[in-house]
């Protein structure tokens, strides 16, 4: 099992919660996926690890932004 954490940028809403966490939740091998709204903080919880980009993508795709590192 792996984690990886990144900061979301955008989000102001329990809908804005639950669009980023549908989105990533799609990507294979993805097992869960937490978002404390308040601080941006997305922790992705998967199988193996997830290419960033794909986070990037998914993130983008919910309409919002992955902070850069």
Same mark, same amino acid.
């Given at each position: 099992?792996?984690?990886?954490?990144?900061t979301?940028?955008?989000?102001?809403? /329990?809908?804005? #919660?639950?669009?980023?966490?549908?989105?990533?939740?799609?990507?294979t091998? $993805?097992? =869960? *996926? +937490?978002?404390d709204?308040?601080? /941006?903080r997305? #922790?992705?919880?998967?199988d193996?690890?997830?290419?960033?980009?794909?986070i $990037?993508? =998914? *993130? +983008?795709?919910?309409?919002?932004q992955?902070?850069?590192?």
């Open positions: 099992m792996t984690t990886a954490e990144y979301v940028t955008g989000m102001t809403c /329990g809908h804005c #919660v639950g669009s980023v966490k549908e989105e990533i939740g799609n990507i091998g $993805v097992t =869960a *996926v +937490d978002v709204l308040a601080s /941006g997305v #922790v992705v919880t998967s193996a690890p997830v290419a960033a980009t794909d $990037v993508a =998914a *993130v +983008d795709e919910a309409g919002y992955v902070a850069p590192s």
